[in-house]
């Protein structure tokens, strides 16, 4: 291909862990950016506002703004705005989801909601369960923001977003909308924001079932990087097949490098 329009990173386990930053990351989005092609970051992750992952970001040495960034919370509350109108919604999840909820209008409360929303929550308790399970059951939908089942930290993984989900998903029968990767509505809102064209675009991420997954789905080239979840054993498991494997993310730029040198 022509030289990409844009390259789409998810963030843990592909940019940083934790608080890590993954070695040669910094180089590699700068070279792409001064190549010509955009950088877009988008994460499952929907406990930060994309003001705080920008920030985040910057204070690793990634220039970054929050237009830059595509969470599962901002994508949640960009779907439910456009699909059914500003509603009234219980979140279960933590600060970032909150914001981005009421960033885009909606209005927050515990009872008589429209929508249920899921991410991943930290302070996660029964009487939260109970809660969504009751406005639920008096009709309100089901969304989740992703269904990660882990997240990756510095030294290993923690419960992700599809615990909570999985959990209020057994108490109530019912199968929410989901947002995040795999899933399409994500992918749709990037390319509906950019502007871009999927197959212009190269999607990179450390999980098959949710980073190449999801560019397979809508087109994209992809790029699966080891650092994260998925190794080598999992491609042939899964059969989902990347367009592209790599050690990490400073792949992109020797490999780069030695194609536009030779």
Do not use: W
Not at 33 to 51: D, M, P, Q, Y
Not at 69 to 88: D, F, L, Q, T, W
Not at 227 to 248: F, H, L, Q, Y
């Amino acid at each position: 291909m022509n030289r990409p329009a844009a390259y789409i990173f998810d963030l843990d386990g592909v940019v940083y862990h934790g608080n890590m930053l993954i070695s040669g990351a910094n180089k590699t989005i700068e070279y792409i950016r001064a190549s010509g092609s955009r950088v877009i970051f988008l994460t499952n992750n929907a406990t930060r506002t994309r003001n705080s992952i920008a920030l985040k970001l910057n204070n690793m040495g990634i220039c970054c703004s929050a237009g830059d960034v595509i969470s599962s919370a901002y994508a949640a509350a960009v779907y439910i705005k456009e699909h059914y109108g500003p509603g009234i919604i219980y979140p279960i999840g933590e600060r970032g989801l909150v914001f981005e909820l009421e960033e885009a209008g909606h209005t927050i409360a515990k009872q008589d909601v429209d929508f249920v929303v899921v991410g991943l929550d930290r302070e996660f308790t029964y009487q939260k369960l109970a809660t969504g399970l009751d406005n639920i059951i008096k009709g309100a939908r089901f969304i989740a923001t992703n269904t990660d089942a882990m997240l990756p930290v510095e030294k290993g993984f923690l419960p992700g977003a599809g615990s909570m989900v999985s959990a209020l998903k057994t108490a109530s029968g019912i199968e929410p909308e989901v947002i995040g990767k795999p899933g399409k509505p994500i992918m749709d809102i990037l390319l509906s924001k950019y502007s871009l064209k999927s197959e212009e675009c190269i999607m990179v991420g450390d999980r098959l079932e949710t980073d190449i997954l999801a560019g397979l789905t809508v087109g994209m080239h992809t790029i699966l990087v080891l650092t994260g979840a998925s190794g080598i054993k999992d491609i042939e498991s899964s059969g989902i097949r990347p367009g592209c494997v790599m050690n990490s993310i400073a792949d992109i730029l020797s490999k780069d490098l030695l194609l536009h040198n030779s």
